[in-house]
T-cell receptor, first 114, second 105 residues
Framework: NAGVTQTPKFRVLKTGQSMTLLCAQD?????MYWYRQDPGMGLRLIHY???????AKGEVPDGYNVSRLKKQNFLLGLESAAPSQTSVYFC?????????????FGPGTRLTVL | DAKTTQPPSMDCAEGRAANLPCNHS???????VYWYRQIHSQGPQYIIH???NNETNEMASLIITEDRKSSTLILPHATLRDTAVYYC??????FGPGTRLSVLP
């Protein structure tokens, strides 16, 4: 049981390049989330998904797109990377039971945009 | 949705209890309060959650006030490995800057 995994762990991009971050979970969770964390700050929600084929915007969605084609995977795309997107990206998954919603986090992807 | 407020930093002596406060005065009636911690740059780790009653697990205890406007996370015997940033959040998944707990030898 690997929990939540993220690929890649590190990446350096040039301004304007594109890339996709992959998040995978093996806990059969319905909900998945993408956060970013800048130095000294808390996590900010980018996008989330409440089930396969559905996505929704979080607090800071601009410049990112997401897809949830399979229940176990949640992809985060940067179409044209900017230096302001330099950050650590965390993926999480959860199941909802009533109003209880505990999130399980991946190890993070450290992205630098030059 | 709850907006949470936490002190930016706290120190605690090793072996003593660490009491971390959180204010969540806007929390709704059926909204859980969750506590997570983040060690170095790892992904946040779940600690405990509560709704109305006090809760205890192998990691910590959670004391929620009767009016549910605030709570306190208690690490009963803090160790150096408990040095981390502690987050108190509601159901809206908004992580503020948290409290940086430093456990001192």
């Amino acid at each position: 049981n690997a929990g939540v995994t993220q690929t890649p762990k590190f990446r350096v991009l040039k301004t304007g390049q594109s890339m996709t971050l992959l998040c995978a979970q093996d806990m059969n969770h319905e909900y998945m989330y993408w956060y970013r964390q800048d130095p000294g700050m808390g996590l900010r929600l980018i996008h989330y998904s409440v089930g396969e084929g559905t996505t929704a915007k979080g607090e800071v969605p601009d410049g990112y797109n997401v897809s949830r084609l399979k229940k176990q995977n949640f992809l985060l795309g940067l179409e044209s990377a900017a230096p302001s997107q330099t950050s650590v990206y965390f993926c999480a998954s959860s199941y909802l039971k009533g109003t209880y919603n505990e999130q399980f986090f991946g190890p993070g992807t450290r992205l630098t945009v030059l | 949705d709850a907006k949470t407020t936490q002190p930016p930093s706290m120190d605690c002596a090793e072996g003593r209890a660490a009491n971390l406060p959180c204010n969540h005065s806007t929390i709704s009636g059926n909204e859980y309060v969750y506590w997570y911690r983040q060690i170095h740059s790892q992904g946040p780790q779940y600690i405990i959650h509560g709704l109305k009653n006090n809760e205890t697990n192998e990691m910590a205890s959670l004391i929620i006030t009767e009016d549910r406007k605030s709570s306190t996370l208690i690490l009963p015997h803090a160790t150096l490995r408990d040095t981390a940033v502690y987050y108190c959040i509601g159901q809206n998944f908004v992580f503020g800057p948290g409290t940086r707990l430093s456990v001192l030898p």
